[in-house]
């Protein structure tokens, strides 16, 4: 049986995940956001772009937030980026990230596969949106529930 959202990570595992958070924004000026839930009863990505609004991940500065979503049960993932990130990138920007979750995820190991996802997400990001020397952490970099 598959374990629910809040269940997933062990709390060494989610505090592994905020550190991958906080390291990768270290590098970019972009914020990143992990959403965790247990079923996502429309299109991933739409029910994605949903809680990006929700979560107000559309009020950075530079519109250049990333939510990292799962749903658990249902075994969907999204990654979504944020206008000024999609205004710059090329459209298969999130490929490598995405396929470097989902190896991880294959084998149960679901905290590796983020912590991964984050850092190279950080690493990708950099390029677009260096940190600035003025930089502030725009969101939080709790994992968010639903």
């Known amino acids: 049986m598959v374990a629910s959202a809040k269940e997933l990570l062990s709390p060494e595992e989610k505090k592994q995940i905020v550190k991958a958070i906080q390291e990768a924004e270290s590098k970019t000026s972009g914020e990143i956001r992990l959403h965790l839930e247990d079923y996502c009863n429309e299109d991933v990505l739409d029910h994605a772009a949903y809680l990006f609004q929700k979560l107000k991940m559309h009020e950075t500065e530079q519109r250049n937030g990333v939510l990292f979503y799962v749903s658990v049960k249902d075994k969907q993932f999204a990654i979504l980026g944020d206008k000024g990130i999609n205004e710059k990138v090329p459209n298969n920007f999130w490929d490598a990230v995405?396929?470097?979750?989902?190896?991880?995820?294959v084998l149960g190991n679901y905290s590796n596969g983020l912590c991964k996802g984050i850092e190279l997400a950080g690493d990708k990001l950099r390029k677009f949106f260096p940190v600035k020397r003025d930089d502030k952490n725009e969101l939080s970099d709790d994992i968010s529930y639903g």
């Open 98 to 105: 995405k396929t470097t979750v989902l190896q991880e995820f």
